[in-house]
T-cell receptor, first 113, second 113 residues
Framework: DPKIIQKPKYLVAVTGSEKILICEQYLGHNAMYWYRQSAKKPLEFMFS???????DNQTASSRFQPQSSKKNHLDLQITALKPDDSATYFC????????????FGSGTRLTVL | SQLAEENSWALSVHEGESVTVNCSYKTSITALQWYRQKSGKGPAQLIL?????REKRNGRLRATLDTSSQSSSLSITATRCEDTAVYFCATEIASSSFSKLVFGQGTSLSVVP
């Protein structure tokens, strides 16, 4: 059984719309992350959260907003979508805020038309 | 520029052969990690090698670390078709209370029959 669940697996959106990517982890971890992977860039760190608090934000645009309703949930809201946002978004978690070992979900592949 | 970089974009070997993926990094590290990402999946950690270690093994995998040259290698012996994947090295960037992983661009390995 997957321990980090990302929904949906595939997502197609139109330019200017808004989407929410869902992530839940059942590993009992205290830290969660979002990474983005596109053809142009390697795995790129976006956010880290611990106990529902933002720890680090490396996303330049405020269009990307993480949302944590529970300790084991970290959703990603993306507004005013652009074609350049097309990428696979990975959620990950680690036992502590020390990112010694990250466990990744299978990703949400977002395509913005 | 990337804090960690693999030295090859793509490698291809025949099943049963050995292969080595190399990585160079630019920062002082406490540990270097190797991850593998299979098609359609998120990355999964293979080996974590700490800065005071020179070599670490995990089954058919062997990682080395040379802090003087800021380089690491991951060797796979007796390769199998299921070793086909993208291999990343990653370094941990730590602040006072949390850390994040920064990944290289990855080396795509194809193991052919």
């Amino acid at each position: 059984d997957p321990k980090i669940i990302q929904k949906p697996k595939y997502l197609v959106a139109v330019t200017g719309s808004e989407k929410i990517l869902i992530c839940e982890q059942y590993l009992g971890h205290n830290a969660m992350y979002w990474y983005r992977q596109s053809a142009k860039k390697p795995l790129e760190f976006m956010f880290s959260y611990s106990y529902q608090k933002l720890m680090d934000n490396q996303t330049a645009s405020s269009r990307f907003q993480p949302q944590s309703s529970k300790k084991n949930h970290l959703d990603l809201q993306i507004t005013a979508l652009k074609p350049d946002d097309s990428a696979t978004y990975f959620c990950a978690s680690s036992q502590t805020v020390s990112a010694e070992t990250l466990y990744f979900g299978s990703g949400t592949r977002l395509t913005v038309l | 520029s990337q804090l960690a970089e693999e030295n090859s974009w793509a490698l291809s070997v025949h099943e049963g052969e050995s292969v080595t993926v190399n990585c160079s990094y630019k920062t002082s590290i406490t540990a270097l990690q190797w991850y593998r990402q299979k098609s359609g999946k998120g990355p999964a950690q293979l080996i974590l090698i700490r800065s005071n270690e020179r070599e670490k093994r995990n089954g058919r995998l062997r990682a080395t670390l040379d802090t003087s040259s800021q380089s690491s290698s991951l060797s796979i012996t007796a390769t199998r078709c299921e070793d086909t994947a993208v291999y990343f090295c990653a370094t941990e960037i730590a602040s006072s209370s949390f850390s994040k992983l920064v990944f290289g661009q990855g080396t795509s390995l194809s193991v052919v029959p």
